[in-house]
């Protein structure tokens, strides 16, 4: 089963929906912490309830190569085998391909790529993808796509994404005569316009239950990403589910949900928390930093959290600087609620008819606390004039190796 239903807004603009699947309902806009393994680092199933997780992200191709989605068929499928009973989202491989470089040759039939674990070559084909996420169990599975990096040609991105919805359409045929998955399309066709234009037209003639947009956050400026996700929405259909796939800081997600987002995920609040980087309500912090060594106020005094209720910031800094894994798990809890928080205040404001003020006051704490943070350098100082400082992050899509 899998429905969505649109509950405010519409096309273009912020908007709050539904998305029921087997494994129960969640609301949008969504954010999914990473389990690319079959589990969120650091986290357990239980904590990710008690932090009001409502879906995760898994990823095909780390799965596929270890333990192989056999074992998990065999097993109970996914769900069973890593202890969730929410939904899951699994990424279709796609983004993993492009990062092996050398590794891999891409054909029409295909990837033929040497897997980073041993060396092996598999070949993985549009068809496969869907049947392994069939086996998986995923409440909601991604086509293969071709991802390309940035730079790259028009005529180079013309070709990825003319092969990309080739392999949309296989991947269809195998859901409608095969294996019944829910199967979202990506839309690629790099920084260019007219590329990202066909490309959603096309897909949208095919008929998809949900759409992403894949490709983005890879190289290019922050404008061009946004101005990119402001020409592919409005051409989606209102009532199905839009994904912005791999990109997260809290300013990613406030200005992709204000042009009409409604799904995220991104390794960012849990890779950053075990790096002792977490977020606040007034940006991030360096949790070793010396000024936090006598710091007996929480992270956040406004977060609910457990980490929050029950730890200083000294605490939390002697923990991370000793390695003991507590620093890890304290700081993840942390970060994802940070995420789970941000999603429900940006839902409340839709609701109430506020985001655009909410979407003021956010980007105006963070650029405050980026010239605290970083003024005694300069530098920081300056790049957060720019604006550049706020947006930092990486790529990140459904991969934490
Ligand atoms: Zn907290």
Redesign the pocket.
């Known amino acids: 089963m899998f429905s969505f239903t649109l509950e405010t807004g519409a096309g273009d603009g912020p908007r709050c929906g539904r998305l029921e699947t087997d494994h129960g309902t969640v609301e949008t806009p969504l954010f999914m912490p990473v389990g690319t393994q079959g589990a969120v680092k650091a986290l357990s199933p239980e904590d990710l309830l008690s932090l009001r997780v409502g879906m995760i992200l898994a990823n095909t191709y780390h799965l596929y190569l270890r333990p192989g989605h056999r074992i998990i068929e065999r097993l109970g499928g996914l769900h069973r085998f890593m202890g969730w009973t929410g939904p899951i989202l699994t990424d279709s491989g796609g983004y993993q391909v492009l990062s092996l470089g050398a590794l891999r040759r891409i054909s029409e039939e295909g990837v033929l790529f040497r897997s980073h674990l041993d060396g092996a070559p598999h070949m993985l084909t549009p068809e496969d993808v869907v049947r392994i996420q069939n086996a998986l169990g995923s409440d909601i599975g991604m086509v293969l796509d071709e991802c390309i990096g940035f730079p790259c040609t028009h005529g180079e991105a013309w070709e990825a994404m003319e092969r990309t919805l080739r392999w949309a359409k296989r991947s269809l045929k195998v859901v409608r005569e095969e294996v019944p998955v829910t199967l979202f399309a990506i839309v690629q066709g790099g920084v260019y316009a007219d590329l990202r234009r066909a490309c959603a037209e096309e897909l949208c003639g095919m008929d998809f239950p949900g759409y992403a947009l894949g490709g983005l956050g890879v190289g290019e400026t922050k404008e061009k990403t946004f101005e990119t996700v402001e020409t592919v929405t409005p051409l989606l259909p209102p009532q199905s589910p839009r994904y912005l796939m791999g990109m997260g800081t809290p300013l990613d997600l406030v200005e992709a949900v204000a042009r009409g987002v409604d799904m995220f995920d991104c390794v960012l609040p849990t890779r950053n928390g075990r790096n002792g980087t977490?977020f606040?309500r007034f940006g991030k912090i360096q949790i070793r930093n010396s000024r936090y060594a006598d710091d007996d106020g929480?992270?956040?005094p406004e977060?609910?959290?457990?980490?929050?209720?029950n730890f200083s910031r000294a605490y939390l800094r002697h923990l991370f600087l000793s390695r003991e894994l507590l620093a890890y798990r304290l700081n993840s809890?942390?970060?994802v609620?940070?995420y789970q928080d941000l999603m429900e205040r940006m839902r409340g404001a839709i609701r109430a008819g506020t985001f655009p003020e909410f979407r003021r006051n956010l980007m105006e704490n963070l650029e405050r606390s980026e010239e605290e943070e970083e003024a005694p350098g300069g530098q920081g100082a300056q790049r957060s004039r720019n604006g550049g400082g706020l947006w930092q992050g990486v790529h990140t899509r459904s991969a934490e190796g």
């Open positions: 977490l606040t929480p992270i956040d977060c609910g959290c457990y980490t929050c209720r809890i942390h970060n609620r940070f």
